[in-house]
């Protein structure tokens, strides 16, 4: 069984910056992807940025030039580096990480970008 900690979210001013980090403990092959979705209450999960094995990363139009997405495979723990934030990157992030069909989630962190 795989599990999920999160962490690095919190109280940012605009422009700040905040890292999150997400690991995933339990054996087993590797991962497939992994990634962070966000979510508004009231709006649907959107995929901020993402990493497929052997093919490359992908991020949300709203966040290029801004976020990096990032992973140590050793640790099994893939980061989120977000700069230039701004209040319409407030919502909860969610991590994951897959393997074939198989998809696991992180808990959430809550990401708030106010002045």
């Known amino acids: 069984q795989v599990q999920l900690v999160e962490s690095g979210g919190g109280l940012v001013q605009p422009g700040g910056s905040l890292r999150l980090s997400c690991e995933a403990s339990?054996?087993?092959?590797?991962?497939?992807?992994m990634g962070w979705y966000r979510q508004v209450p009231g709006k649907q999960r959107e995929l901020a940025a993402g990493?497929?094995?052997?093919?490359?990363?992908n991020y949300a139009s709203s966040v290029k030039g801004r976020f990096t997405i990032s992973r140590d495979n050793a640790k099994n723990t893939v980061y989120l580096q977000m700069n230039s934030l701004k209040p319409e990157d407030t919502a909860v992030y969610y991590c994951f990480f897959s393997r074939a069909t198989n998809y696991w989630w992180g808990q959430g962190t809550q990401v708030t970008v106010s002045s």
């Open positions: 339990g054996s087993g092959a590797s991962f497939t992807a």
């Open positions: 990493i497929i094995n052997g093919v490359g990363t």
